[in-house]
């Protein structure tokens, strides 16, 4: 009954194909130390013609399906069934006995055990499954993974697949999680950050939203999946937790609720684990801006205002919101409701800090604010308000049609010309676009609009579903959640693809301040000529 700890193992991409395992020697001295019992070695086993991969499902809840218990579980590779323990009397040894599967895998450890003999199998055939367990990569896998076509891969049943560009199961009325979440899983920067596995097995203060999204981020990115799908159950049962139930699998909810949700609680969670005053959520989507406020008493009779208080504050932000003009009352010759179009810009030039808001507040009273921005995030979150209550309380949906280029939207005139001149170039190009399909909000689901940059081309992903798509297509999506992505990079901060700390610092030693921008968009012409060329960017 006694309980031994063991080392967390994960292989490596590198080490496919090679037998890694805990060191047993190690686990010996503990077994024999605390029970007297050692652990019996055999590399070859009779049993592994016996393994079924396609009725793996490593994304299934490591909950035993007999006695419910959720420690020190053990999957049968024969039949995919969770059970607990491996001792005589436990639901997995009686498995083994009763239904003559006797090929298990530890889900913690990812060592193979073989049922009721006892013993542990070491064969190099396995090393496949083990990945699948846990997959992680090195840096050099992951820049391949993100830089290169991903393409040519195949899962079980030969059906070929894109890597990293995979559905997500829908739990029930989840499409709105899976929107948002293929979106952020394409953002370069995190899931950089997040394939990286170790760096949330080995802290002392962990968060299970960030193990949670760092291990859908490994499993979405990986090239050996055996079903070519992802099923976030994992994710979502910590989500319904961490937000207290009102993100849950029952009722659809509000995609941009949920994206700030995620992106507040994940910046949370870093600066708590890592102690740092800036996260990589916050180095990723953070700007600023300069919001003046005013508030003006009218004369009614003599048409004049008056200032009575003014405020300036500046503050930072995640998300924009992108106010839609009012949809149009009138019918055109057809008798059909005449759709609005306006174009992004248009829209944007709230925050130019030349165009002021002004709503009323009262009698006689209104107030006007002034949005001026002065940090332009790496990556710029977009919020349209689709969805507005009409006089008699009912939700309507605004069906203007944004037109929106996707690539090159130049937003240097929403900032100081000082502020613009920090980066090589204030252009963006368009990542990922939720929208709302359906004439209501409580009847429609969402999908989104994915480019898959390394292919070129635009993906349309509703859940399971993924299929190519064009570019005219997403400039006039009806968008709900939009995220662009910078093209320039801040000169001497950690930001955009083309930081490197070395460069950076040679930069700064040897170089005046006018010429660092003209060196780094050399730098970026030939990053884009390597990539087009499709080499090593060794």
């Given amino acids: 009954k006694a309980t031994v700890s063991v080392l967390y193992w994960s292989p490596s991409e590198e080490n496919m194909g090679k037998t890694s395992r805990v060191p047993t020697e190690e686990v010996n001295k503990r077994l024999k130390k605390e029970t007297g019992h050692v652990v019996k070695e055999r590399k070859e086993c009779p049993y592994l013609s016996e393994i079924n991969r396609a009725r793996l499902n490593f994304d299934n809840e490591k909950k035993c399906s007999v006695s419910l218990k959720t420690t020190n579980i053990y999957m049968c590779l024969v039949c995919g069934g969770m059970f607990h323990g491996r001792s005589k009397t436990t639901p997995a040894y009686l498995h083994a006995l009763n239904q003559e599967h006797y090929v298990f895998i530890d889900t913690l450890t990812g060592q ?71 979106g952020l899983l394409h953002v370069e920067v995190m899931v950089r950050h997040y394939m990286n596995n170790f760096v949330y097995r080995k802290e002392s203060k962990r968060s299970s939203l ?112 992108v106010e839609l003009p009012n949809s149009p009352l009138t019918r055109d010759e057809t008798q059909k409701h005449v759709v609005q179009q306006e174009h992004i810009q248009v829209l944007l030039k709230k925050y130019n800090g030349q165009q002021e808001t002004v709503k009323g507040t009262g009698k006689n009273k209104t107030s006007g604010t002034v949005f001026l921005i002065t940090q332009l995030p790496r990556y710029l979150v977009l919020f349209f308000d689709r969805f507005a209550k009409s006089k008699d309380k009912m939700v309507e949906k605004n069906r203007t049609i944004v037109h929106s280029p996707v690539t090159n939207l130049d937003l240097g005139e929403l900032c100081t010309k000082e502020e613009a001149a920090k980066y090589s170039n204030t252009k963006y190009n368009l990542l990922s676009t939720v929208v709302h399909e359906g004439a209501t909000k409580a009847e429609g689901y969402y999908k989104t609009f994915q480019l898959a940059k390394q292919l070129h081309t635009w993906l349309e992903m509703e859940d399971l579903r993924v299929k190519k798509s064009d570019s005219q297509v997403v400039s006039i999506a009806p968008a709900y959640i939009q995220i662009w992505e910078r093209k320039g990079t801040l000169v001497g901060d950690r930001d955009g693809p083309l930081y490197d700390s070395k460069i950076n610092k040679l930069i700064g030693e040897f170089l005046p301040k006018t010429e660092k921008v003209n060196l780094l968009l050399l730098c970026k012409t030939l990053t884009d000529a390597v990539k087009e060329l499709d080499v090593s960017m060794d």
């Fill in 210 to 321: 960030r193990d949670g999204f760092s291990e859908l981020c490994r499993k979405i990115w990986n090239p050996h999946n055996y079903v070519g799908q992802v099923s976030p159950r994992f994710l979502i049962e910590v989500i319904r937790k961490e937000s207290k139930g009102e993100f849950d699998i029952d009722v659809s909810q509000d995609p941009q609720k949920f994206l700030h949700f995620m992106l507040c609680k994940l910046n949370e969670a870093e600066k708590k684990a890592k102690g740092k005053k800036r996260s990589i959520i916050e180095e990723a989507f953070q700007g600023r801006m300069k919001v003046r406020s005013r508030e003006y008493q009218i004369d009614a009779t003599e048409g004049v205002s008056t200032v009575l208080s003014e405020e300036e504050k500046e503050v930072s932000f995640f998300t924009l919101p």
């Fill in 112 to 182: 193979i055990w073989c049922l009721p003999d006892m013993y542990e199998v070491h064969d190099d055939s396995l090393s496949d499954i083990q990945h699948n367990l846990y997959p992680t990569y090195s840096s050099d896998t992951m820049t391949k993974l993100l830089t290169h076509t991903q393409t040519g891969h195949r899962i079980i049943d030969q059906t070929e697949f894109i890597v990293g560009y995979v559905g997500l199961n829908n739990v029930k009325r989840t499409d709105y999680m899976n929107a948002v979440l293929q």
